[in-house]
């Protein structure tokens, strides 16, 4: 079981994008500071845990995973409805994971409407020498889409703790709004899809 602290807000973080652009690296990284050069696809939905403190409050991150594989692309567009934001990510080598930007996006914005807290991530920064997207076309996507942009190794451990706390703070940023608001998010609670997938693969990916 997923230990629950009543201090702890949670935060359901979910990455999308291609497959192999790096969703299950950038956790990896982020989450336990580790990398790997092999790769392995995402089976079904994993997730990984991280414990932060921003301005004094608790958080408990949950970041989810699944491939980008278009097979199981359903899976994936499933579970953007549990999640609180999302990172959309390409890898600056492959033109391919760059033209599904907008697909993913565009996924995103159907289930969870405008102004949703989401960033773009361009991977592989380190393999500058087979570059094929341009950085001024990442940030073109971004400024389009009025989101935050960063290019990441998570090789070379560049930019990935940016990217994680930048997503972070855009739900907590959306959370504060709407309660000085008035209006009282669902956000508190965790969804029951999302503590059902907790609760089958906490076994797998542990703290
Ligand atoms: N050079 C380089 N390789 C990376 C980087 N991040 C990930 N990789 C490699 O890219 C391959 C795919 O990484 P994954 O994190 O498994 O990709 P994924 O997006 O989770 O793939 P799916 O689960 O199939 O959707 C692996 O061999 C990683 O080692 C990076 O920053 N630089
Ligand atoms: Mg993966």
């Not at 958080?59 to 097979?71: A, M, P, S, V």
């Not at 949703?116 to 996507?141: H, Q, S, T, Y």
């Not at 000085?180 to 029951?192: D, F």
Request: charged share 30%; aromatic share 10%; net charge neutral.
């Amino acid at each position: 079981m997923v230990e629950e602290n009543e201090n702890e807000e949670r935060i359901n973080i979910m990455t999308l994008g291609n497959t192999e652009v790096g969703k299950t690296s950038f956790i990896l990284r982020f989450t336990e500071n580790q990398y790997q050069d092999s790769y392995l696809a995402t089976v079904g939905v994993d997730f990984k845990l991280k414990s932060i403190t921003i301005k004094e409050k608790q958080y408990k991150l949950f970041f989810y995973d699944t491939t980008g594989q278009e097979r199981y692309k359903s899976l994936s567009v499933n579970l953007i409805k549990s999640a609180h934001g999302v990172i959309i990510m390409y890898d600056i080598t492959s033109k391919q994971s760059f033209n599904s930007v907008y697909d993913w996006i565009q996924n995103v914005k159907n289930v969870k409407g405008e102004n949703f807290p989401m960033i773009l991530v361009g991977n592989k920064k380190d393999k500058e020498e087979e570059r094929l997207i341009a950085k001024e076309e990442g940030e073109n996507i971004a400024k389009e889409y009025k989101i935050d942009f960063f290019e990441i190794s998570n090789k070379q451990n560049i930019n990935v703790q940016e990217a994680g706390f930048a997503i972070t703070n855009k739900v907590i940023e959306k959370r504060e709004k709407e309660g000085s608001e008035g209006s009282s998010p669902a956000y508190t609670t965790s969804s029951k899809l999302s503590k059902k997938l907790a609760q089958k693969n906490v076994k797998k990916s542990c703290c």
